[in-house]
């Protein structure tokens, strides 16, 4: 320990002129060495700041320098060599990058800043030999391969903090980095970038089919020895022109072609039999179709001057056909085609079966019947009758004699039956009972006043609807099979029986169809309009007429053909009816006295008024969500309704015994399969309780 105060401070003076000495020496340039080349520099630093480090640079290289204020920092440099002024600014560069920081040009000026700071700035725009460690941001466009796939390949050789930007739309890649790196990384893009020899062949086939040599090469292609090697084409078939696609690099297609060649080969029998399971059509429609083509094809072959070979059809069978080289039989139980044929008819009709074997869109067909009646009927009438007593007999000799509508209303018949009058109003005035001669005793009814007004009205809807497939005839009817009689024998001669007592007596009888009949054929055009051959009917029984021997039927019919758009509405046609009668009856010369003629009058009158409308609504169900919707509506509608019955509590029949059709799982939320009434309970497991079955909404 220092105990002189003298001592002590010599020594910090000492120290103060060495610090001193130091600053002045890195404040001027470095001196050349003795017989260093004139111009040259030796740089050599230990632990110096890097403050210093800029103004010494920027005394040697004659730049100037903007620091920030971030820039701090002790630096060491040790050179064996003098330099000139560039190298030295390049080892300056070098310097920055290794403590974080980067010099950024603007205009006569250099920023030194922090590395990430210097990048959102930018710097120069192309990555020279010259740059050095400087940052730059460069734009490299590709040719041949997708800028996003090299971006994942490029990412590992850039250090954290530059930057990699792929632009799809250019198919360029922005590189924001030091400038050695980018010049690297262009090098390497360079290498990448180039054309590839992955190309597509088109290889078709004389004798084997494409759908089945596409499955075997893929089969093959995905055996683990081929992925190995890292060259795994990709397989296609053209099923139109029959012929194999092969993509990939030259390598694998190669491979690929060489096997296709192998495989391609005719059959020693010279044919083949082939079984074509269909999916929509029916096989035994498809068997006339098909031979035909197949004839056709032979024609052709035959034209040709080749050879052909027409196998007999199999004896006994009435479903199959032979068409010129091809045998075709429709096996019914699977739905399936059996044809023996060459590969190239069997190509031809496989082309066919494929285009006819397709989903039929179906066609929902709403026909709206609207009726609407209204009727009304008056009536009005006075009748006499004068008995002329003191004869024996007592007989009516004089009086009136009205019928009203229907023949009800008379005189005679309310005094024969009084409980037999008509609707409405009647006063009558009664003097006792009289003895008809041949009718008995009835009643003495001096005179009859009959009133009546009647208006009746009609509300008739009807929608029938039904679901058939395209160009496929369907048919809906509701109705009654009603009796009619049309015809009778009785017997009435006296062998067999005593007087006039028939013998076998019997009667025809014919039931016909009363109610709603709907006959509907759909055709769909290649746009959104069907055309629909139909024929409607809609027939009721009417009330008993006069004269008629047997029931009496209104019927309306409607046979045409339209055009209508998907799920429009379109009027098929209407009746618009309307009938006004007017009966007045009344005694001569009394029936025409002002006033008191109406005495001796009975007038009655009857107007109805009937308008029958016909609309359509189809609506094309092209896929099963479709169809699902419309039977879930459908279906829904009527659980509603049953489940308000259900609701009603004065119905006597309890809650639990009202019919209610079980709940339909939402098609397109139940990932297990399609919408079905929920299922019966299963039984319960044995030893456990049986499971509790979901209620359906509304359930009591």
Partial sequence: MMRNPTAKLRACLLTTVLMLASAATLAQPPQSAAGNPPGTHTLNLKDADIQALIATVSEITGRNFIVGPNVQGKVSVISARPMQPDEIYDVFLSVLRVHGYAAVSAGSMIKIVPEAMAQAEGGNSVATAESGDAIVTQIVPLRHVAAA????????????????????????????????????????????????????????????????????????????????????????????????????????????????????????????????????????ELVPILTGVAATLNNEVSSSGAAVVTPGAAAGSSAAASGGSATIQAHEETNALIISASPAVFRSLEGVIRQLDVRRAQVLIEAIIAEVADETASEIGVQWQAPVNGLDDNTFIGGTNFNGPGGTGSIVSTAQNPLALGAGLSLGYITGTTKVPGVGDILNLGFLLRMLKGDGKSNVLSTPSVLTLDNTEATIKVAQEVPFKTGQYTNASGTGGTGSQPLNPFQTIERKDVGITLKVTPHINEGDSVRLDLHQEVSSLAP???????????????????????????????????????????????????????????????????????????????????????????????????????????????????????????????????AMPAAAPRPAAKGGAAPKKPAARGDK
């Fill in 544 to 674: 008993s007429v006069d004269g008629a021997v047997d029931l009496v039927t209104n019927k309306r019919e409607l046979s045409t053909s339209v055009l209508v758009a998907d799920d429009a509405t379109l009027v098929l046609g209407g009746l618009s009816d309307q009938n006004a009668s007017d009966s007045n009856q009344k005694v001569p010369g009394l029936g025409s006295i002002p006033v008191l003629g109406n005495l001796f009058r009975y007038r009655s009158n009857k107007v109805s008024k009937r308008d029958l409308m016909i609309f359509l609504h189809p609506k094309i169900l092209r896929d099963a969500a479709t169809e699902q919707a419309v039977s879930s509506e459908k279906y829904n509608y009527i659980r509603t309704e049953q489940l308000q019955m259900r609701g009603n509590h004065e119905a006597l029949t309890p809650q639990a015994r009202q019919p209610v059709v079980k709940e339909m799982h939402d098609f397109m939320s139940d990932p297990n399969g399609p």
């Fill in 149 to 284: 796939e090299l971006v994942p390949i490029l990412r590992p050789l850039l250090p954290q903090g530059a930057q990699l930007i792929a632009h799809q739309t250019s198919n360029s890649l922005v590189i924001s980095d030091r400038a050695s790196n980018v010049q690297r990384v262009a090098g390497i893009i360079t290498r990448i970038d180039t054309v590839s020899d992955a190309e597509v062949e088109v290889l078709p086939l004389q004798h084997a089919n494409a759908s089945e040599m596409a499955r075997t090469l893929t089969i093959l292609a995905d055996d683990k020895a081929t992925q190995a090697s890292g060259e795994v084409p990709r397989i296609l078939a053209d099923e139109r022109t029959n012929s194999i696609l092969i993509a990939g690099a030259k390598s694998g297609r190669l491979r690929m072609r060489t096997l296709v060649t192998h495989l391609d080969t005719p059959l020693s029998s010279g044919g083949g039999t082939n079984v074509v399971y269909l999916r929509y059509a029916k096989a035994k």
